[in-house]
């Protein structure tokens, strides 16, 4: 969940929300701040490699700005059925501008964000080049995925 922003947000918007960073500063730092703002961010501090995501839990699952290729399975399997996904982050097509990160390992392949979430209703998809190049998706899990 990094400092928050977006959790924030949701809080604001009045979801009953959830922030997860490996970085227990941060967590701390996004509480705090929503705190401050009289809302609720329930923040976990966890490394989502090695503790698992509550299956079937989360109506809306957020993830900006951010490639972590083995937490697919986990995103997908904690999103209930008729749940959103809402996810952007760099294509490989960012290098070009000389800017952001540059490693494969952080960068998505074209169409590997949809593909990703082949077995989700897929509401909306983007690949953009400009002013970042980036994927973006919003999908909805269906009983069936």
Request: net charge positive; glycine share 8%; aromatic share 10%.
């Given at each position: ?61 957020l993830v900006t700005r951010y490639l ?78």
């Amino acid at each position: 969940m990094g400092r928050g922003r977006h959790a924030h947000l949701l809080a604001r918007a009045g979801f009953r929300t959830f922030g997860v960073d490996v970085k227990l500063d941060a967590v701390i730092d996004a509480a705090a701040r929503t705190r401050g703002d009289g809302l609720l961010v329930r923040g976990w501090c966890a490394d989502l490699t090695k503790i698992r995501l509550p299956a079937g839990f989360f109506d809306l699952v957020l993830v900006t700005r951010y490639l972590q290729r083995d937490l697919f399975p986990a995103i997908r399997e904690t999103v209930k059925a008729g749940g959103i996904v809402v996810y952007e982050t760099f294509t490989v097509n960012q290098r070009r501008l000389g800017f952001g990160p540059t490693s494969p390992d952080h960068l998505l392949e074209p169409g590997e964000l949809r593909k990703l979430f082949e077995t989700f209703e897929v509401m909306f998809y983007e690949e953009v080049d400009a002013p970042e190049a980036v994927a973006r998706i919003v999908a909805r899990r269906t009983r069936s995925s």
